[in-house]
Structure formats: structure tokens, C-alpha cells
């Protein structure tokens, strides 16, 4: 059964620093392309950034030189690090991972505000 449960997301003011944690299993992790995404209320479910099995990565434009996404596959961990955080950065952010399925975990809230 894969499992991928994410963390680390909370409250914080603008211009702050987060890192958030997806740990999966039930999957050859390393095997896999991961991914965040989020979504704000009331808008579409968004893509954030991609991290390949080769380590190749893609950002969402309104992230781009903030968010760094990487991976530890010896601990089965995919992360994001959030900085120069913005109000409009708030959002429910759910990790991905893809192979031959797409497999979503349950969601942590990031909060961004003054």
C-alpha cells in the first residue's frame, strides 16, 4: 500500500522560511518523479515543482529562484524549501508521486501572513 505523508507546513509572516517534508512508501521512491502542488481556496489545484529520478528539476514561474525542490531517496523523502514566503504562497501543498499511477498524499496548510 503507498503512503506518502507530507509535513512541516504551519503559520508564518511574509518573507519567511519553510521547509516541508514528504515521506513515501510502498514505492520504489527513487524510481519515481515527485512533485508539489497546492491549491489556494477558491482556486485550481497548481503545480509548484517537479524533481525527476535523474534529479532534473522544474519550477512554477511564481516560484522560481524562492522554492527549491529536492530528494533523498536513501530516506525516501522528497522536500521543499520555501523562502521569501508570500500571502499569496498560502495554500493547502500536497506531494505526488508518478510512475506508471499518480499517487497524492493528504495535504499540509501553509499559512503566509502578517
Known amino acids: 500500500q503507498v503512503h506518502l505523508v507530507e509535513s512541516g507546513g504551519g503559520f508564518l509572516q511574509p518573507g519567511g522560511s519553510l521547509r516541508l517534508s514528504c515521506t513515501a512508501s510502498?514505492?520504489?521512491?527513487?524510481?519515481?518523479?515527485m512533485s508539489w502542488y497546492r491549491q489556494a481556496p477558491g482556486k485550481q489545484r497548481e503545480l509548484v515543482a517537479t524533481i525527476t529520478s535523474t534529479e532534473d528539476t522544474t519550477y512554477a514561474d511564481s516560484v522560481k529562484g524562492r522554492f527549491t525542490i529536492s530528494r533523498d531517496n536513501a530516506k525516501n523523502t522528497l522536500y521543499l524549501q520555501m523562502s521569501s514566503l508570500k500571502p499569496e504562497d498560502t495554500a493547502v501543498y500536497y506531494c505526488?508521486?508518478?510512475?506508471?499511477?499518480?499517487?497524492w498524499g493528504q495535504g499540509t496548510q501553509v499559512t503566509v501572513s502578517s
Open positions: 510502498g514505492i520504489f521512491f527513487s524510481s519515481y518523479v
Open positions: 505526488t508521486a508518478k510512475n506508471l499511477f499518480v499517487y
